[in-house]
Structures are given as C-alpha cells and as structure tokens.
C-alpha cells in the first residue's frame, strides 16, 4: 500500500504557472504507474494527466495539452505536474493516484482504475 501527498497547490492570476508534487512512501514508487485529476465545484473528477512507472509515456487530457505537463522522480518518490498558462477553467481540486500492477509503458487515464489516491490540493486561478 502507497501514500500519496500532494502540495503546491495556491491562488495564481490567469496566464500564471504552478507546479504541483506529490510524494509517495514506500520503497516501490517505480512499479506504480502515476496519474493527476481534478475535480472543479459541481463538477465530476476529470483525468489531467498521466505517467508510465519509468516516466517514458505520458497522456494528457485535451484540455490541458500543452500547457501542463508531468514528469516523475523515482529516486524521490515524487510525481510533479506543471501547470503553465493557467485559465480560470484549470480551477479544481487536483488529486494524485497511482495504481500497481501495470506494464512499463502504461498511462491511467480512468479514475476508477486507479487504486490510490492522495487528499488533494486546491488550485485556484483568478481572471
């Protein structure tokens, strides 16, 4: 069993950047395939983006292409995701998730095929 950690979330005006981590315990962070989701007020959870368990693959949903992007450090246990261009939109509750048992070059994209999840961080992007 893992425990993710989010941080880095806060209150950016539009057109700014951030860049969100998330720490893993354990000593297997490398067989977990990583993802980021968010879910904005009234809205269902969404798939931002994900990264293979070597940090080769990554996906990304359409919406943020582009603009955000997700990299991994298996000696940290750390998966980050850099938000640049932020819109009011991109305001949400981002949630890390990782989930064991996949191939070297799988990306989650689903959130009901993802088996942990952190708490989340609150990123809010003002016009």
């Known amino acids: 069993q893992v425990q993710l950690v989010e941080s880095g979330g806060g209150l950016v005006q539009a057109e700014g950047s951030l860049r969100l981590s998330c720490v893993a315990s354990?000593?297997?962070?490398?067989?977990?395939?990583m993802a980021w989701f968010r879910q904005a007020p009234g809205k269902e959870r969404e798939f931002v983006g994900a990264i293979s368990r070597r940090g080769i693959d990554t996906s990304y949903a359409d919406s943020v292409k582009g603009r955000f992007s997700i990299s991994r450090d298996n000696a940290k246990n750390t998966v980050y995701l850099q938000m640049n261009s932020l819109k009011p939109e991109d305001t949400a509750v981002y949630y890390c998730?990782?989930?064991?048992?996949?191939?070297?070059?799988?990306?989650?994209?689903?959130?009901?095929?993802?088996?942990?999840w952190g708490t989340g961080t609150l990123v809010t992007v003002s016009s």
């Open positions: 998730a990782a989930v064991q048992g996949v191939s070297y070059v799988y990306t989650p994209r689903t959130s009901g095929g993802m088996a942990y």
């Open positions: 354990g000593r297997t962070f490398s067989t977990y395939a």
